[in-house]
């Protein structure tokens, strides 16, 4: 594994120009993994459609990919990426470890080529959720990266199935005494490992070494690897400027997405955010700062503290203990081999 | 990880599309790994579906098969699965996806990943309406190595019907896609041999659809003279050269991007620019393969006329996608009135009818043109829904009035 400062000062293949809105932690995350990949290894990038495509693959304008100042013939700084439909990064990927292995196999292709797929949460686990599966379950040697913003953002902030309860998105309304999203989220992580992924983590950059040793273990990796990576979204989850990491932080310390790492035949191990609530920041911490839940909590003028809107009590207390749950959760899978 | 030592000195060439690392691939590994199928030209007994699937595995260039079975298409994978199992040591593969929507999100990635491989797959009716948002990414995609092979069956499935009439096809022309049908074992595997170096052709690069009748021709036997590899890889290398533009492994390149209104137009100026290509190239593509192999090679039209000498005469369209209008109006140009039998269902007076009556509609005095449909869900077209037809056809020409677009079956008009 390379030290972090040798990784941290790699030329990454995201490069300036990319029209994320400024705070999204998708760039950070598209920045530090094109740092990872630069590793002497070609690299491939597949991407459906989402705010990271449509803000990074603009002909002729905004095509903020590739390796800048590497000399364009140096074959193993070469950046190729390829955008299909909204659900088929993954399969998209599969079929290039596929040519890449077949070639390499008669001799046709003698220099290592990586394959990562990018798809939001929409894209992997609403209308994708089959391919990404079945990807999975080929145990195709490649990193699947899914930058879950929780929503639809690309087209307006709508419902997707890895939504915070009661989050307010544009197609659960917080309207009158509905208090938004009304669904319980997908269980993602346990899905990936039972689909037969080798590598499964929910980790974001807020958590820098961690996430470039995650992604680098992912690239190493025999089978399947799978990176759900929280990503705060400025314009959808309606935060100050300035709060993308803290929040990625707070979210994932007070237990709504625990950073967690697991490995098939080693275990895993949730990290950062112990089994016992008391010992976590209060949901509240991490819910205040968001106009999403503005319908749910309120900072009182006189304490400063945190505390539930009248008449929304009930809703915060199923909030936390479904978050209580999701804890215990990872951390039973953690156990599993 | 760190590059092996390599015994390939890489040419990097500046195209339009990005940097291309010539022999970063080095595709006479890839040839030199196939094993021959035949090396001497044989006849077998074949139906369509083996005939297409022969074709397929004696190309060098063709070595992952991705698939999901659908009646009447599912023997051409069996058949290929069959194969490769048969050559565990050998280097083409099968890839079993989970649904007709991932093969072609999986051909799309594979295509542009080596643009000099082929990658075909079969499939019929709903399967291929199932792949149908990829089928138009792949369309305009410039990757002319991906062939889809199309056996016809009704679309769709209220009520399911299995037999093969062409509205699956028909109803995919917009897709981008080159479509050809062909009729009889020794066609369906002569078109899927000559239709990649019609799609990877440098002017063309459009994917191709060769199409044949399901059931009829996808499951019944005939004698079927199949070519030595070696033979097929001397024509098929004339055609298919290293293309010009990088892939994803051979290349510094993008795929699939955005683009407003603005540069829109000029991404279907060159598609359409490209399928247009196929009038020119095509003929050249058939008569070369006349002049190697003895057999007539693509064409506009399928050899045919009408069993009685008399005024009636029959063309068979096998092009319909692009559309040869230019052929059609010469074809046609000196007839009195020309009947159009549709096979597939269309709410107005059949697809066919409409190209067809386009293709003349500039000329001084056109012929008449009268629509029929007959054979739907691959029904027989029995002598007396000919007669019928042809009567229609007749008494238009001494003036009466008869009704268009009627759907003929056992000799009535329904
Ligand atoms: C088949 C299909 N249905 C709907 C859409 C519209 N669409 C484009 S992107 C998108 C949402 C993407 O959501 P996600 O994958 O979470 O990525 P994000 O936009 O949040 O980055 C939708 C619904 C589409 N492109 N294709
Ligand atoms: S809408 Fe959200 S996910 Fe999309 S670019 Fe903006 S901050 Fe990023």
């Known amino acids: 594994m390379s030290s972090y400062k040798e990784t941290a000062t790699r030329e990454s293949c995201f490069q300036p120009g990319s029209t994320l809105c400024p705070g999204c932690m998708e760039s950070v995350a598209f920045q530090n993994i094109g740092r990872v990949t630069d590793n002497g290894v070609k690299t491939i990038f597949t991407i459906g459609t989402s705010c990271g495509e449509v803000s990074t693959l603009a002909f002729p304008d905004v095509v903020a990919w590739g390796r800048g100042n590497a000399p364009p013939e140096a074959f193993e700084k070469s950046f190729s990426i390829i955008h299909n439909v909204f659900e088929s990064a993954p399969t998209l990927a599969e079929s290039i470890r596929d040519v890449a292995d077949v070639l390499t196999s008669c001799g046709a292709l003698q220099r290592p080529v990586q394959v990562l797929s990018f798809s939001g949460d929409g894209g992997a686990i609403a209308i994708g959720l089959r391919p990404l599966l079945h990807t999975i379950h080929r145990r195709t040697r490649i990193t699947i990266t899914v930058l879950v913003n929780e929503f639809f953002a690309n087209t307006g902030f709508q419902y997707s199935p890895a939504a915070t309860p009661f989050s307010d998105t544009s197609t659960t309304p917080a309207v009158g005494p509905t208090p938004g999203n009304l669904n319980m989220p997908l269980d993602y992580v346990h899905l990936a490992i039972a689909a037969g992924a080798d590598l499964v983590a929910q980790i974001s950059p807020a958590h820098g070494k961690l996430f470039m040793k995650t992604v680098e273990k992912s690239l190493e990796c025999q089978g399947t690897a799978v990176l759900f990576v929280p990503a705060p979204c400025i314009s959808g989850w309606k935060y100050d400027d300035g709060r993308t990491v803290e929040l990625a932080l707070l979210g994932a310390r007070c237990g709504i997405f625990p950073t967690f790492i697991w490995e098939r035949g080693q275990g895993g191990a949730v990290k950062d955010c112990p089994l016992e609530a008391s010992e976590r920041p209060r949901i509240e911490e991490f819910l205040a700062p968001q106009r999403r839940f503005a319908h749910l909590v309120e900072t009182r003028k006189d304490t400063g503290e945190v505390v539930a809107r009248p008449g929304r009590e009930q809703t915060l207390e199923k909030l936390r203990a479904w978050t209580e749950s999701n804890v215990e959760r990872l951390y039973a899978l953690a156990k599993l081999k | ?414």
């Open chain 2, 1 to 414: 990880m760190t590059t092996p030592e390599l015994t390939v000195p890489l040419l990097r060439i500046q195209t339009r599309s990005g940097e291309r690392y010539d022999s970063a691939i080095d595709l006479e590994r890839v040839r030199a790994a196939h094993r021959p199928l035949h090396t001497a030209r044989t006849e077998v007994t074949a139906d369509g579906n083996t005939a297409a699937a022969i074709a397929t595995l004696q190309m060098w260039r063709a070595v992952i098969y991705p698939g999901f079975p659908i009646t009447p298409s599912t023997k051409w994978i069996e058949t290929v699965a069959a194969h490769v199992a048969a050559q565990p040591d050998g280097i083409k593969r099968v890839k079993l996806l989970e649904a007709e929507h991932a093969v072609a999100d999986y051909m799309a990635g594979a295509a542009a990943a080596c643009r000099d491989l082929v990658f075909p797959t079969a499939t019929s009716s709903v399967g291929l309406d199932h792949m149908t948002e990829t089928t138009r990414s792949l369309g305009a995609s410039g990757l002319g190595n991906v062939m889809i092979i199309d056996v016809y069956r009704a679309t769709a499935n209220y009520p399911l019907c299995i037999e093969g009439d062409p509205s699956d096809t028909l109803a995919h022309r917009d897709d981008g896609f080159i479509q050809i049908a062909a009729r009889g074992k020794q066609q369906i595997y002569d078109t899927v041999l000559q239709a990649p170096c019609l799609g990877m052709h440098p002017d063309v690069m459009t994917p191709t659809m060769p199409g044949y009748y399901g059931i009829k021709d996808s499951h019944r036997n005939a004698r079927l003279t199949v070519e030595a590899d070696s033979a097929i890889h001397a024509f098929q290398d004339r055609w298919i050269r290293p293309c010009p533009l990088p892939g994803l492994i051979n290349g510094d390149t993008a795929f699939g991007n955005c683009v407003t209104s603005r540069f829109f137009q000029g991404f279907k100026l060159e598609q359409k620019r490209r399928m247009e290509k196929v009038f020119e190239v095509l003929p050249a593509i058939g008569g070369d393969f006349e002049r190697t192999f003895g057999r007539p090679g693509l064409a506009f039209f399928d050899a045919a006329g009408w069993p009685e000498s008399g005024g009636v005469d029959l063309a068979v369209v096998s092009m319909l996608t692009p559309f040869p209008s230019a052929a059609v109006r010469e074809k046609l140009r000196r007839a009195r009135a020309v009947l159009v039998v549709n096979q597939a269902h269309h709410m107005g007076r059949g697809h066919l009818t409409l190209d067809v009556a386009d293709a003349l509609g500039n000329l001084p005095s056109a012929p008449r043109v009268l629509s029929a449909f007959a054979g739907l869900g691959g029904a027989d077209v029995s002598e007396s829904t000919w007669e019928a037809m042809l009567d229609v056809g007749r008494r238009a020409l001494a003036g009466e009035d008869v009704a268009d677009g009627r759907i003929y079956h056992e000799g009535a008009a329904l």
